[in-house]
């Protein structure tokens, strides 16, 4: 274990939008958080066409929500 931190017993580890097969490859496998590509990609297009074709743009944040893909890199919070 690096620096004598065990995963995920004293500590977890996870990524963000690691490709398909690459969190396995770790040991153990790297829990993710998955952005939802295809609804990001498709506002980022009407975005786009909107902003092209001078229409008004939407104020304020967008939100997304993710998935969790839980694997082998996460686990209970220790006890102190």
Do not use: C, W, Y
Not at 51 to 74: H, K, M, N, Q, W
């Amino acid at each position: 274990p690096a620096a004598g931190n065990e995963i995920p017993k004293r500590l977890s580890a996870r990524s963000v939008n690691i490709p398909d097969g690459h969190a396995d490859a770790t040991v153990p496998a790297l829990t993710t958080l998955a952005p939802p590509a295809n609804s990001m990609g498709r506002l980022a297009a009407q975005l786009l066409i909107a902003s092209v074709s001078d229409e008004a743009l939407p104020e304020g944040p967008r939100l997304f929500s993710g998935e969790l893909i839980e694997r082998g890199s996460t686990g209970p919070a220790p006890k102190r």
